[in-house]
């Protein structure tokens, strides 16, 4: 029990910080009129007491963590900030559910952008940049808790950062102090933000509408301020836009550090990921565009190019945008684009799913020991970025795709179970576990998960923590060994 009490005592001096997040949308509320800064300001009162209360109960049990003791830190936080960052939208959405705004919370935090709320031109512009605010808070939360704030606390952020990112790359762009290397990824996350919150309002977007998508895109999240999310602003600029700033987000920070620590590209040419993550999404871009055009659902191939290359990147790189109802497009083509998500971004980015790392040390694993059935005796080894990938961590890819896999099913099962039909069911899991957002069927990019039940909205925030918590992180603390002495 201390120990629980130790890390709440951390905890509640994180969700002091965390409600300051509010002076934001406060301020917006403020300056627009927009009738939500009532909920604001209670749900920035509430956030200070709860949390100044915990911390004053807590106090004498605070101490220097242990490393178990920040995982289980890591853990609260995102199970428990959503409750926080639910408070503004459960007062200021009437009619919302709990299980709406909890869901709500755990989409944005997690970058994940799935909704449950329709009619979004109608909220309060503060509600709308609230939401992608979250986005941009969860794009780079567990990196910041890793290698930022753990060790302050005495946890060792290298070590958490294990648990994220197999391999040898990230380790070649981490300085020895590594909180050097979290205000350097916070530097480029912010310059990245107001690059693309300038490029947006400088091309077409109100100012507002630019700060809520650049949080959004920058995050990887995808939550919009507008029902037809992209489709609303029907400009091939802002999409080229979009395009280029999801690409980036979705490439390594190790790498971008890198790049930034020696100013040099040369952290680009030796990354083991970027090769085969733009060469995928290239090739997927063409082979969509070539796909809806021979099946005629463009007439030119021009503009079939165009919304492929917007919808197959926003999929791919879990950014979860649309500028059109991609669902209607012939079966392989969203399918193709939903199955990207698992795997294209790359390790250390803000987007979802398995890692292009994992995904690369799986094939090339398959590829040895297609290898050893031919020549049992022969010694062959993985390179990943020039360097041997050393086996206790290809064994550890391993049991990570086998978890990745049976908890797709386990959810897919779980959500048919519960009365949704198998595409709906099995494409809200792929979505929320990949942290992606829009799904097919019930949940396509023309619709939102406000057609779930309660059970199956708590089925999807729980896929959606786990998949942000690559499983393991989660998993080990519900263990009984996690919590003997």
Known sequence: ???????????????????????????VSWWTGDGALGAFDEALVGTLVIGGALLLATQRFRRELRANDGVLLVVLCWVLLPLIAALPLLLGIPEARFSDVYFEAVSGLT??????????????????????????????????????????????GRQLMKAEVPGPVKEAGITPRVTET??????????LTVLCTLAYGLFGMSWLDALTHAFSTVALGGFSSHDASFAYFDSPVLEAITIGFALISGMSYVTHFAALAGRSLRPYLRDGEA?????????????????????????????????????????????????????????????????????????????????????????????????????PNATTFIKLGGAVVPNKIILSVLGFGFLYMACTIFFTLVLAASGADILSAFSA?????????????????????????????????????????????????????????
């Open 1 to 27: 029990m201390e120990r629980l009490l130790a890390v709440l005592n951390v905890f509640a001096r994180i969700a002091l910080i965390f409600g300051l997040a509010l002076l934001l949308p406060i301020g």
């Open 111 to 156: 970058a994940t952008g799935a909704t449950a709320f329709s009619g979004l031109d109608r909220l309060p512009p503060s509600i709308n940049l609230w939401r992608t605010e979250l986005h941009w808070i969860g794009g780079l939360g567990i990196i910041v808790l890793a290698v930022a704030i753990l060790p302050l606390l005495g946890v060792g």
């Open 182 to 191: 979290a205000k350097g990824f916070w530097i480029i996350y912010v310059v």
């Open 275 to 375: 090769p085969f993550y733009l060469g995928v999404l290239g090739a997927s871009v063409l082979l969509v565009a070539v796909y809806v055009w021979h099946h005629g659902h463009y007439d030119e191939f021009a503009v079939a190019l165009r919304h492929a290359a917007f919808n197959t990147v926003s999929v791919a790189t879990t950014l979860g945008y649309a500028s059109t109802d991609y669902s209607k497009w012939p079966f392989f083509a969203p399918l193709w684009m939903l199955f990207l998500c698992s795997f294209a971004t790359c390790s250390a980015s803000t987007g979802g799913g398995i890692k292009m790392m994992r995904a690369i040390v799986l094939y090339k694993q398959v590829f040895r020991e297609a290898v050893h059935a031919i020549h």
């Open 429 to 485: 899991t792929v979505a929320c576990f990949n942290n992606t957002g829009p799904g097919l069927g019930l949940v396509g990019p023309d619709s939102n998960y406000g057609v779930f039940s309660d059970f199956q909205m708590w089925v999807c925030s729980f896929a959606m923590l786990l998949g942000r918590l690559e499983i393991f992180t989660l998993l080990v603390v519900l263990t009984p060994a996690f919590w003997r002495k």
